[in-house]
């Protein structure tokens, strides 16, 4: 597991009765604390890449969500939510 990322606080989210669901986190690095959502393993082979978005959460206090502002990169997230995730499902 990093050490530089940890997983705070996880939740599974149903998208509506049909929908693709996915987990949130909260991922505490360094200084940061970043909303990370992360979708399943099948979306990413159906799009090719990583299908997790990350964005930091004072930012989104502040209601910054634009590209380049509040844009990071989820694939350097996705392995510490896949670990999460990987133990949660196994309690």
């Known amino acids: 597991m990093s050490m530089t990322k940890k997983v705070t606080k996880l939740a599974y989210h149903r998208n509506g ?5 996915f987990w949130v986190g ?3 690095e360094e200084k940061d604390r970043m909303l990370v959502v992360r979708f399943p393993k099948e ?3 159906e799009t090719g890449g ?3 978005a990350a964005f930091n959460i004072d930012l989104l ?3 910054v969500i634009e ?3 509040n844009s990071y990169r989820g694939d350097h997230f996705n392995e510490i ?3 999460a995730i ?3 499902e196994a309690e």
């Open 61 to 63: 206090n502040d209601n």
């Open 86 to 88: 990987a133990k949660r």
């Open 81 to 83: 939510m896949d670990e």
């Open 17 to 21: 009765v049909s929908g693709l669901g």
């Open 26 to 28: 909260i991922v505490k």
């Open 50 to 52: 990583v299908v997790c």
């Open 43 to 45: 979306a990413d082979k």
């Open 67 to 69: 590209f380049a502002q």
